[in-house]
T-cell receptor, first 114, second 111 residues
């Protein structure tokens, strides 16, 4: 069965370190997204990609970067981790249908920056 | 950025009661989606409404899209403890595949 996975599921790091969160999907979807989820803010879009070599900034992109070298993967990098980036991160992929753009979410990565 | 206001933020009710969750915006969306999220997991799509005025039913859950495609509601009839979870509405922007999420409603149904 097709799926979307994230790794690691939990990560503790220190302020200033570079961290990369992995996202891998086997749906063969062109669209991929990274969100962060914090209490009182719901899900906020960090970066997204509509295909290989395409990346775009979302509403909270400062301090984050992504790259899309193949269809299956969209890794998220925190260049220099800050305590404000402690959050739960979700990756999603989607495809368009007549019923709209359905997004399929990974299980999330809980990141703690000390 | 389009905004979605979801209310209430928290809801605690007894088994068998009815409830309604609201999702409102000043912006028009091409579709409105409702997700449910369990602790430690990612959101899972419940339903997508596309046409203004559309009503969809999923067992005891009824979803409605406003005529102007700016708002939506989720009504649960005779809530059960298994309905407990975080409910999220998300609007699909007219200009692409991006979703704007509401803050979520944490529902607790007590036996």
């Amino acid at each position: 069965d097709a799926e979307i996975t994230q790794s690691p599921r939990h990560k503790i790091t220190e302020t200033g370190r570079q961290v990369t969160l992995a996202c891998h999907q086997t749906w063969n979807h062109n669209n991929m997204f990274w969100y962060r989820q914090d209490l009182g803010h719901g899900l906020r879009l960090i970066h997204y990609s509509y295909g290989v070599q395409d990346t775009n900034k979302g509403e909270v992109s400062d301090g984050y970067s992504v790259s899309r070298s193949n269809t299956e993967d969209l890794p998220l990098t925190l260049e220099s981790a800050a305590s404000s980036q402690t959050s739960v991160y979700f990756c999603a992929s989607s495809e368009y249908s007549e019923q709209g753009d359905t997004q399929y979410f990974g299980p999330g990565t809980r990141l703690t920056v000390l | 950025t389009q905004l979605l206001e979801q209310s209430p933020q928290f809801l605690s009710i007894q088994e068998g009661e009815n409830l309604t969750v609201y999702c409102n915006s000043s912006s028009v969306f091409s579709s409105l989606q409702w997700y449910r999220q369990e602790p430690g997991e990612g959101p899972v799509l419940l339903v997508t409404v596309v046409t203004g005025g559309e009503v969809k039913k999923l067992k005891r859950l009824t979803f409605q899209f406003g005529d102007a495609r700016k708002d939506s509601s989720l009504h649960i009839t005779a809530a059960q403890p298994g309905d407990t979870g975080l409910y999220l509405c998300a609007g699909e922007e007219t200009s692409g595949s991006r979703l704007t999420f509401g803050e979520g409603t944490q529902l607790t149904v007590n036996p």
